[in-house]
């Protein structure tokens, strides 16, 4: 899998670490946890400058393997950043895997504690 400058998006390496498992979850990989994440548009994307990667990366991950994914949604995500996120797994994860997509994950986590 190549990126617009012809560099691989994910090193060999690092996708045969993986391949011993079936399902990724993303929780740290996207940054869900402490995130102050609100907006759609203010995501981290795969051009930004960002520490976090971002939902596009994730998706393509889980296509490149063959993987499920489990996606976590920031807390403070407002209900278009929330649709968003959803339509865009919905229309970009091969249609063989499965997304499960869960929201205020480190929140629900406190309260069976």
Known sequence: MK?????????TEFLDGLRPFWALRFMDWIGTNNSTQKEWSKRPTPSSV???QSLEYAVQLCNTLNFDGWF????MANDNYIREYAKFVRDNLNSNLKAYIVSHY???KLLVQ
């Open 50 to 52: 960002d520490k976090r």
């Open 3 to 11: 990126n617009d400058t012809n560099y691989p998006i994910f090193l």
């Open 106 to 108: 480190e929140t629900l």
């Open 72 to 75: 976590c949604i920031p807390h």
